[in-house]
Each structure stands twice: as structure tokens, then as C-alpha cells.
T-cell receptor, first 113, second 109 residues
Framework: NAGVTQTPKFRILKIGQSMTLQCAQD?????MYWYRQDPGMGLKLIYY???????DKGEVPNGYNVSRSTTEYFPLRLELAAPSQTSVYFC????????????FGEGSRLTVL | AQRVTQPEKLLSVFKGAPVELKCNYS??????LFWYVQYSRQRLQLLLR??SRESIKGFTADLNKGETSFHLKKPFAQEEDSAMYYC???????????FGKGTRLHILP
């Protein structure tokens, strides 16, 4: 049981490039989340999904896109990377929040130069 | 709008001394409150949630609806408590969980 797996762990992008952060979970959780963690700013919710085919914006969705075609996968797409997107990105999953806790991935450190 | 405030970025406490990490929230309904912890080189993980009313690793937290607070307490700090602590809130009318800015707890020997 791997839990929540994120790839890549590290990536350097040039301004204007695009990339996808991958997230997979093997716990059959319906709920999945993407957060970014910036020093002194805590965790900010980017997007979340309560099931396959359903996604919703969080606190800081601009510059990002998500899709949820299956229960297991929840990729985060960065279009036209900007230095402001330099951050550590965390994917998490859970059962419906009233029933369980968030399980986090190890994080993906992204630098945009 | 829901909001979680952790007023201290850094808290330094001597080993054996009491610890209190402050958390205040803003939410108009009935929230669920959590404390998450991130130890060095480990994943973020749940420490405790208010509905469980448990003591985990000696930590407790009581939800005070009058003061809209959910402070995390431990009577005697241990060196292994050094970590980043996040207070988090989930509202009763939505499916997302939001976090405060976090407090880094540093236990001094």
C-alpha cells in the first residue's frame, strides 16, 4: 500500500514552460487535493476533487488546471510557468472529511527560473 | 469566509516546559478542527482532530467555540516535538480543508 505518490520530487522549469505534476493514490479515496506550501504562508489549497469527473477551485487556482478522470489519479497542470509558482506542491487524499484524515504525498519541489 | 490564524511563526520552548500553540478560526457554521504536523524529512500527518477528543503524543486540543480557538497544548515538551505544526479547518457546508500559516516549534535542550 503506497498511499499517495507524487512525481516528480524535484523539477526546474523555465518561465513560460508547462508541466504536469502527477499524483496517484491507492486507498480508493474519493477526495483529492492539491496544496502549495510557501515559507511563512502555510498551505494554500489550489484545487480539489470529491470524485472522478468533479473538480473545484480552492484558494489559489490561477495558473493551474486539474483533471480527475479516475479515482486514483489527480494530475496538476501548470501552464506558462511563472516565478511566482516556485513552491512545494503537496497532493493529499481522504475519505469524505467527516469520516477521515488527509493523507499527504511527499511533495514536489518546483523552481521556475 | 473561513480563515485559520496561527499568530506565531516560531515558538521556542525548553525541554520539559509546557507548550501551547495558538490557533484561532473564523467560520460561521460548525467547523471541524485539526492539527497536522510535519517532522523533518517526513510527510505531513494528522496529529489530532477535535471530534476525537484524544491525547496524541501527549498533545491535547480543546475547541472553544466562544473564543473560536483550538489551541494545541502539551504539559512537558520533548525534543522530538520539534516540527512544523498546522492548524486546519473543514466547514460543515463544504468539502475542502484549509490550513493556517503554521508554527515552527523548536524544543531547546
Amino acid at each position: 500500500n503506497a498511499g499517495v505518490t507524487q512525481t516528480p520530487k524535484f523539477r526546474i522549469l523555465k518561465i513560460g514552460q508547462s508541466m504536469t505534476l502527477q499524483c496517484a493514490q491507492d486507498m480508493n479515496h474519493n477526495y483529492m487535493y492539491w496544496y502549495r506550501q510557501d515559507p511563512g504562508m502555510g498551505l494554500k489549497l489550489i484545487y480539489y476533487s470529491v470524485g472522478a469527473g468533479i473538480t473545484d477551485k480552492g484558494e489559489v487556482p490561477n495558473g493551474y488546471n486539474v483533471s480527475r478522470s479516475t479515482t486514483e489519479y489527480f494530475p496538476l497542470r501548470l501552464e506558462l510557468a511563472a516565478p511566482s509558482q516556485t513552491s512545494v506542491y503537496f497532493c493529499a487524499s481522504s475519505y469524505p472529511l467527516g469520516a477521515g484524515e488527509l493523507f499527504f504525498g511527499e511533495g514536489s519541489r518546483l523552481t521556475v527560473l | 469566509a473561513q480563515r485559520v490564524t496561527q499568530p506565531e511563526k516560531l515558538l521556542s520552548v525548553f525541554k520539559g516546559a509546557p507548550v501551547e500553540l495558538k490557533c484561532n478560526y473564523s467560520y460561521s457554521g460548525s467547523p471541524e478542527l485539526f492539527w497536522y504536523v510535519q517532522y523533518s524529512r517526513q510527510r505531513l500527518q494528522l496529529l489530532l482532530r477535535h471530534i476525537s477528543r484524544e491525547s496524541i503524543k501527549g498533545f491535547t486540543a480543546d475547541l472553544n467555540k466562544g473564543e473560536t480557538s483550538f489551541h494545541l497544548k502539551k504539559p512537558f515538551a520533548q525534543e522530538e516535538d520539534s516540527a512544523m505544526y498546522y492548524c486546519a479547518l473543514s466547514g460543515d457546508r463544504d468539502d475542502k480543508i484549509i490550513f493556517g500559516k503554521g508554527t515552527r516549534l523548536h524544543i531547546l535542550p
